[in-house]
């Protein structure tokens, strides 16, 4: 249901002023009529239907007014978004969440009059394209695609040229592409979980800070590994970066990225961390599940790193060797380390 509009009035000697909290539409739809509710309890006939997201006919937003703002209809069984009437609220809505439902399509005619939007979050449906549905949508500057059906970057993702956060986690896309334009404006881009083999057509992002690529197939085909990180040269803004789960052989390829905050190469095949020490703005390393072999290079690497806080090595051939000292040698090795693996430091 809706929120409560709140008003308050202050009197002045010259003049009263009125602040209005625009109203929040969090939308639970009715029974859909053929005998399933929305928390999902059915009778055996109903099943099919409520599998394609059916909710019947009628405007399930008649009690919401025009100005709405924020609207938020949540594994509602959708299907469809032409009963919802969202065209009643383009020259308002900011915030349109549709999260869990099975929308498969996007239609240009109702986007197209949405032009105030912001943030469109449209995680875990069934779309497979978006076509030209979102390309009115200027003022976007937040997009969830996550857990989808997407093989591809849309294309028309070049027209939404206010953007600084996207997530496609969770789709089949296999190549990085339709990005060139958002090179100004992009700061965060989530693409782990898809099936992507090189890290290319970033180059125009500049201003990126946050890189997904966890859970993906970086390597080289011949060998179901990469000998090194290529593709980032451009990127000399990145403050986070995520490559867990690769192929990753070498942790190379970063001369470039000397703003890098937290740098995740967890579950890879990297045997030693050379080529790291310029990187001296780094507070997180992750490399668990690696083939580090000792800790005798640890020192020399990162302890030119002051502002080293965090590093994960648990699941690598040292953590084994080692054994109870394995954590006391590190914090000896790094005294500027506060938190080894998932535990804090603590020295006598």
């Not at 997009?143 to 953007?163: A, K, M, Q, Y």
């Not at 898809?194 to 859970?215: C, P, Q, S, T």
């Not at 380390?337 to 006598?348: F, N, R």
């Amino acid at each position: 249901m809706q929120d409560s509009e709140s008003i308050s009035v202050n009197g002045g000697e010259d003049k009263d002023f009125v602040v209005v909290e625009r109203p929040t539409a969090r939308v639970v739809l009715p029974a859909n009529g053929n005998g399933a509710d929305v928390n999902g309890d059915t009778d055996d006939e109903s099943h099919e239907d409520e599998e394609q997201g059916e909710v019947g006919e009628g405007d399930y937003l008649e009690d919401f007014p025009d100005d709405t703002e924020d609207l938020e209809l949540i594994h509602a069984r959708l299907s469809s978004l032409t009963c919802l009437r969202l065209e009643r609220f383009g020259n308002y809505l900011k915030k349109l969440c549709l999260r869990q439902n099975a929308v498969s399509q996007l239609d240009p005619e109702v986007f197209g009059v949405l032009k105030k939007l912001e943030e469109l979050d449209l995680y875990d449906n069934k779309i497979k394209t978006v076509g030209e549905a979102l390309n009115e949508l200027t003022n976007l500057t937040t997009l969830d695609l996550s857990f989808n059906l997407l093989r591809n970057v849309p294309e028309g993702i070049s027209h939404l040229t206010s953007l600084k956060t996207v997530y496609f986690v969770q789709n089949r896309i296999s190549k990085i592409t339709s990005l060139e334009s958002l090179g100004t404006t992009l700061r965060s881009l989530e693409l782990g979980g898809n099936r992507i083999r090189h890290i290319e057509g970033l180059e125009a992002l500049v201003n990126l800070e946050e890189l997904w690529l966890g859970k993906n197939k970086l390597s080289k085909l011949e060998s179901n590994r990469i000998t090194k990180i290529e593709g980032l040269e451009m990127l000399v803004n990145l403050e986070e970066l995520y490559l867990s789960h690769n192929g990753i052989e070498r942790l190379e390829g970063l001369e470039n990225n000397l703003k890098l905050k937290t740098l995740d190469l967890g579950t890879n095949f990297i045997p030693s961390i050379e080529s790291i020490s310029h990187l001296t703005s780094l507070e997180e390393l992750w490399l668990n599940g690696n083939k580090i072999p000792t800790l005798q290079e640890l020192e020399p690497q990162l302890q030119s790193i002051p502002t080293l806080e965090t590093i994960y090595l648990e699941g690598n051939p040292c953590q084994q060797a080692e054994g109870a000292n394995y954590r006391r040698k590190i914090a000896l090795a790094l005294p500027q380390v506060k938190q080894i693996d998932a535990t804090y430091v603590k020295l006598p």
